[in-house]
């Protein structure tokens, strides 16, 4: 999921919380995911939902590995 993908989902859609983009296999550009956190909207794959959704800024929500480091599902 690339920052064109989400301006279109913006443009289709109007103003959105959350884009979901499926499993974890699936990812989002380092851009997609720079431009939704600065517009509070949350950008996830399967494995970072469970996490999102319990948090009030769930936009900024990251997962975090064993070592408590940040795990994105950059691609790109």
């Not at 974890?24 to 494995?47: M, P, R």
């Not at 939902?49 to 480091?69: H, P, T």
């Amino acid at each position: 999921m690339g920052l064109t993908l989400v301006q279109r989902a913006i443009a289709e859609f109007g103003p959105l919380d959350l884009i979901y983009i499926g499993g974890g296999w699936n990812g989002y550009t380092s851009d997609a995911k720079l431009f939704c956190d600065q517009q509070h909207i949350g950008l996830y794959v399967s494995e970072e939902m469970s996490g999102a959704i319990w948090k009030d800024e769930f936009w900024s929500y990251c997962k975090r590995n064993e070592d408590d480091d940040p795990v994105y599902f950059n691609r790109g």
